[in-house]
């Protein structure tokens, strides 16, 4: 009976025809001559998954394993070939893959979960270099020059729900604003995303936020709350306020005109974390804890600049940065998705290690073929005459 391999297993939230669809409709593989999306995808995740340290490196590896390529639908590739599909065709086709897979992550999330955290931060890829500059040179900031990338991440599911990719120079609050905000979520985010009117229209959606005020935030206090004295010394203060500035200046008018608590959350051997919400029945401590889950978007940004590859890049165009950002990201929701499929109560490094070694294999085939050698050695063995009579 056929087998599919690992690689087969882990490209099941991608049907076949769903992908062609999305191909058909950003029309990617015209002009192809052969070497379509998906192989590019193909290819593109072997070398995500199997840890290739570049163009040369990727496309050998890949080309290693003929005898699976019939089964994936794929072929050879040359490394040529490759670079020009990364250079020229349009990554949209790809965005629109992940785009899919967040919302298959974004239905487990959902499934039997009172309370929905989604964590909102973004992080700074350095492009440097003569082939890079003159795209990256002219909107590079004062601390980083390449992309930045923009996220919003489950924190039950531990994987990102949308995303975007800009130029490092934009305003982490003028792209927040375009996150499509759910109903009963509750959003987390630092004093980057500080807009008031934001605030409001998150409110008005019926969702609510954790974040920091900044120091120059005026408010009117309304209430202290007692402080309950299971909080210890976290909770260092509970109050009700409003904000006291309506017209901030240059044209503009602040639209938040409810209540807001202010939560002052003790750290040791550093100063208090001022906390903002629009919760007015959370506990204080369930509120910092909430906060401090912010932490876990950090450790994913950790996690894929460590585990996964976007920081070597294998073209140096616009496109190819952003068809090999996106892909990463593709390689790593297929891990959740199969994780969760399959019920491996393995870590997710522990499971990238085993698809690394085992991508090309037919795991059932392999134990079949183990457990056949197995039992002919045992009936060998039992077939011997014993030495001594």
Not at 211 to 230: C, H, Q, Y
Request: glycine share 6%; proline share 3%.
């Amino acid at each position: 009976m056929f087998r599919i391999s690992q690689f087969e297993e882990l490209l099941k939230p991608i049907p076949r025809g769903r992908f062609d669809s999305l191909v058909e409709r950003h029309r990617a593989d015209r002009h192809c001559k052969g070497f379509g999306a998906r192989d590019q995808l193909l290819v593109m995740l072997c070398g995500q998954w199997s840890d290739c340290k570049g163009l040369r490196h990727t496309v050998e590896h890949f080309n290693t394993h003929k005898n699976v390529h019939h089964h994936l639908g794929t072929d050879e590739v040359r490394k040529s070939t490759l670079a020009d599909a990364n250079a020229k065709r349009s990554p949209e086709v790809f965005a629109d893959v992940v785009r899919s897979l967040m919302s298959a992550v974004q239905g487990e999330a959902r499934s039997g979960c009172s309370k929905v955290l989604h964590l909102l931060d973004s992080t700074s890829i350095t492009l440097k270099g003569r082939e890079f500059d003159h795209w990256t040179l002219h909107n590079r900031t004062r601390h980083t020059q390449g992309v930045k990338l923009h996220l919003v991440f489950d924190a039950k599911t531990r994987a990102p729900i949308w995303h975007s990719i800009t130029a490092p120079n934009v305003n982490d609050r003028d792209e927040g604003v375009k996150v499509p905000i759910q109903q009963g979520v509750t959003y987390v985010f630092d004093k980057g995303y500080c807009d008031y009117n934001w605030w409001y229209s998150i409110e008005q959606q019926g969702a609510q936020f954790v974040t920091r005020f900044k120091k120059n935030a005026s408010l009117a206090i309304e209430e202290n709350r007692e402080v309950p004295e299971d909080a210890g010394d976290k909770i260092l203060s509970d109050q009700l306020v409003r904000l006291a500035n309506r017209n901030p200046g240059g044209g503009r008018r602040n639209r938040y005109e409810r209540v807001l608590r202010r939560i002052e959350v003790a750290r040791e051997g550093k100063a208090a974390l001022i906390l903002a919400t629009n919760d007015l029945s959370s506990s204080a401590l369930s509120i910092a804890q909430a906060y401090q889950d912010r932490w876990d978007i950090e450790l994913f940004f950790k996690w894929i600049k460590q585990h996964l590859n976007i920081k070597r890049f294998l073209g140096r165009s616009e496109r190819a940065v952003r068809t090999q950002i996106l892909i990463a990201m593709i390689a790593y929701l297929l891990l959740v998705l199969h994780k969760k499929a399959t019920g491996s109560p393995k870590t997710l490094w522990e499971l990238l290690c085993e698809v690394s070694s085992k991508l090309f294999m037919r795991p059932d085939t392999q134990n079949q073929l183990y457990r056949r050698r197995r039992q002919a050695a045992q009936a060998f063995a039992a077939a011997q005459p014993p030495l001594f009579n």
